[in-house]
């Protein structure tokens, strides 16, 4: 069964001992994490496997959400310095911890 984590799908996979192992070799050898490497593995396996059409347009909804999970966190860490900042005009306290660009 797989859960939700944000706007990704967590999955769980029992590997067996040997195999992991070799897994773990190749990511390692790589430089990579097993996981990284195992899911280089599956979307590679899945962009040979479906058409090109509709891994393609997978692909690409998948990077549209990535990039409005980026632009909803740089527009957020600019609204909580625009508010502390203000906060820091109208309560000036010693020293405020933000700086005015």
């Known amino acids: 069964m797989s859960t939700r984590h944000g706007a990704k799908i967590y ?5 067996d001992p040997n195999r992991a192992e070799l897994l773990q070799d190749m990511a390692e050898e790589q430089g990579k994490r097993s996981t990284a490497l195992m899911r280089e593995i599956l979307y590679s ?9 509709v891994y393609g347009e997978a ?3 998948d990077h549209a959400v990535w990039r409005e999970s980026v632009s909803n966190r740089v527009n ?8 502390a900042l ?6 000036p306290p010693v020293q405020c911890p933000i700086k005015a660009e």
Do not use: D, F
């Open 11 to 15: 999955v769980q996979l029992l590997l």
């Open 45 to 53: 396996h899945l962009e040979r496997t479906l058409p090109s059409a």
């Open 59 to 61: 692909e690409a909804r």
């Open 76 to 83: 957020g860490r600019t609204r909580r310095r625009k508010e």
């Open 86 to 91: 203000a906060k820091c005009q109208v309560e």
